[in-house]
């Protein structure tokens, strides 16, 4: 039977479909004599620890050899063989490739497949240094071997694209221009938090509702506005005209200070001068009653004016006690009159004192952030001009390099990919043909030319974590597919999930069938398994049903909320539906808590697994959240029943499988 078979049997294998042992392999006899050998070739006494041993995939890890050559498929694709030292990746790796190169020639004869696939196998430990370099160097060796013109087409096209004098000097005036157009919008962005700096104080009296001064006008608003009409400057808008007072004092405008302001308060507004002048003139009128009562020299003169006078003049003689009156009255009103100037002088000044005070706090508090930003757009707009600088004596560089050219065209080299990664032309060069091969493969190349380029990378742990962005970024083209191993204990789940988009945790071998390939019984079964591959039909082909897409669409939220999340999920879930057929609905809810679950939601999930009948009904704890309960309606609504204790757990050991190992989102 075909491992690529579409059937339930390929999902549900049975013990059938493993070769059967002989009754003398179930109960070998002891025996000292020698056994006759069952073939011409030499068994093996010892096994060593190699790797590329002739296991047969398991049908979950054979799919990835479909999803690898589908002409279906989507590239980029990057998928990681996962697990820790020991545990096989190795070894699966290299099955996983022979499996690649026997069903790419099996596609020969039609089917789902290209059937021209390059396979570039490279070892972690030599992309740690100049990771680009040498990947472009081993890929355009192997394009020599199989295609060798395509292969001095690509170099041609790489090198046109990195070394003419031409093309620098125009990629040179590109990036010029690109600096520039950042250095003009970050001197901009400079200009604008200058701006906003030095009209600080306006902006947060005039325009943040916020702000301590503007609460408290408006908490003593009918207070403000009494004293400033009475000072006859309220106008329309009393709030307006006292934070005018307000950024008068704070900012000195016309010499403000607190001792001015007051001072002029005395003074300078209406009925203040009136006030003041009443005060006068009642302080000389108490001075005059004070005189005359002292002095009676005018009676007297009152008396010599005349017979009809002195009765008058004795009149006033006998009442000169109201002088007294009238003088202490004349101080009184004098003094309620300096009282009142300087009560309706404090109802003036106090709030605008205040409101000044609140505003210098208000100003500090929002200053530290924007002289903060300041001097950070300060040093990028210092930084991105000595930038420019340096890219404008490059472009002119340039333009001088091809003036001396001519414009000429010399004999094409080859760019020189094993060069030091200080190199930058070397880098760029890289980076450059990978470019040109990817475009090739996508327009299709002439005849012999690949139709999908293989990377093989065992052991990415190996390379630093700035070289695994870089390998990250040069697969990351149309045409490529990347198969990597990794150890997520060492490499982080974190940044894998990053760079891979097909996790695959390989699972812990068969130990029957291991002990039999030990003893060499295994390996002509599974070379021959490889040898009957029938690549006309691909288990990825399998129709989604509605039901399946209404689930999915369902399950989404659970998924997200990001679209990468989503994304991962309905792809998962499109490559693993054939590992649990009885068992879709909870297959797709755990991937969907797999792909964007939180702790909390995991966590949740695993405590409701709890519990020995595995018939008995799956319920989630209360504590697990509206999210997950309106997933789990959904996935019942989708299944018609109750889903099992037994079926969530059977979906959950197979969503581990395709998972980064640990973090959140990750696995449960």
């Not at 996935?635 to 998972?659: F, N, V």
């Amino acid at each position: 039977m075909s491992e690529t078979d579409t059937t339930d049997r390929r999902i549900q294998p049975s013990f059938a479909e493993f070769p059967a042992r002989s009754a003398a392999a179930a109960a070998p006899a002891v025996s000292r004599e020698p056994q006759a050998a069952a073939s011409t070739s030499r068994q093996s006494v010892f096994a060593a620890d190699t790797i590329g041993a002739p296991d047969a995939l398991s049908p979950a890890l054979a799919r990835l050899a479909e999803l690898a050559l589908h002409s279906g498929a989507e590239t980029p694709v990057s998928i990681g063989l996962l697990g820790g030292a020991g545990s096989g990746k190795s070894s699966a790796l290299a099955a996983l490739i022979r499996r690649i190169e026997a069903l790419a020639k099996a596609a020969a004869a039609g089917g789902p497949y290209v059937s021209q696939a390059l396979v570039l196998h490279v070892r972690g430990h030599e992309l740690a240094e100049e990771p680009e370099a040498v990947l472009a160097a081993r890929l355009h060796q192997a394009l020599e071997r199989s295609a060798p013109a395509f292969a001095q087409a690509t170099a041609v096209d790489a090198v046109h694209s990195t070394s003419d004098p031409q093309a620098l000097t125009r990629a040179a005036n590109e990036r010029l221009d690109q600096a520039r157009s950042r250095l003009d919008t970050e001197r901009q962005a400079l200009e604008d938090v200058s701006a906003r700096r030095a009209r600080l104080v306006d902006s947060v009296l005039y325009e943040t509702a916020g702000s301590q001064v503007d609460a408290y006008a408006r908490s003593r608003r009918s207070g403000i506005e009494s004293a400033l009409r009475a000072f006859g400057i309220a106008g329309n808008d009393p709030i307006r005209a006292y934070k005018d007072e307000v950024i008068g004092l704070a900012q000195g405008r016309g010499g403000s200070s607190r001792a001015g302001l007051a001072l002029r308060s005395l003074w300078a507004y209406r009925g203040q001068t009136r006030l003041i002048v009443f005060a006068v003139l009642f302080l000389l009128l108490a001075w005059g009653f004070g005189y005359l009562e002292r002095e009676h020299a005018w009676l007297d003169s009152i008396r010599g004016s005349g017979e009809t006078a002195r009765p008058l003049a004795d009149w006033l003689q006998a009442h000169l006690n109201w002088l007294a009156t009238l003088r202490s009255a004349a101080l009184v009103i004098a003094l309620l009159c300096v009282l009142a100037n300087l009560w309706r002088a404090f109802r003036f000044v106090q709030p605008v004192f205040r409101g000044a005070t609140l505003l210098h706090r208000d100003v500090a508090q929002r200053g530290q952030d924007l002289d903060s930003r300041l001097s950070h757009q300060t040093r990028r707009v210092d930084n991105l001009a000595r930038d420019v600088d340096a890219l404008a004596a490059r472009a002119a560089e340039m333009e001088k390099r091809a003036g001396d050219h001519g414009g000429a065209q010399g004999a094409i080299e080859l760019p020189p990919f094993h060069a030091s990664a200080s190199d930058r032309m070397a880098i760029e060069s890289a980076r450059a043909f990978f470019a040109s091969v990817s475009n090739r493969l996508a327009h299709g190349g002439a005849g012999g030319a690949p139709q999908r380029v293989i990377v093989a990378i065992d052991g990415l742990e190996a390379a630093a974590s700035s070289a695994t962005e870089l390998i990250a970024e040069l697969l990351a083209r149309p045409g490529f597919v990347a198969v990597m191993t990794a150890d997520p204990a060492q490499s982080g789940p974190d940044r894998l999930s990053r760079i891979i988009q097909v996790p695959f945790t390989v699972a812990p071998p068969d130990h029957a069938a291991l002990v039999d390939r030990l003893l060499g019984r295994a390996a002509a079964a599974a070379s021959a398994a490889t040898d009957t591959m029938d690549a006309r039909n691909s288990s990825l082909d399998t129709p989604v049903s509605d039901g399946e897409a209404e689930l999915l669409a369902a399950l989404a939220p659970l998924a997200g909320p990001s679209p990468r999340g989503v994304k991962r999920f309905v792809n998962l879930y499109r490559v693993t539906r054939l590992d649990a057929p009885d068992d879709l609905a909870p297959l797709a809810f755990m991937l969907a808590l797999n792909a964007g679950g939180s702790v909390d939601e995991i966590a949740a999930v695993d405590a409701s697994l709890a519990g020995t009948d595995e018939r008995a009904p799956f319920i989630l704890q209360q504590s697990a959240g509206t999210r997950l309960a309106a997933a789990l309606s959904a996935a019942e609504q989708a299944e018609g029943k109750k889903l099992t204790l037994g079926s969530m757990r059977r979906a959950r050991d197979i969503a581990r499988t395709w998972s980064f190992g640990s973090g959140e989102g990750d696995a449960f």
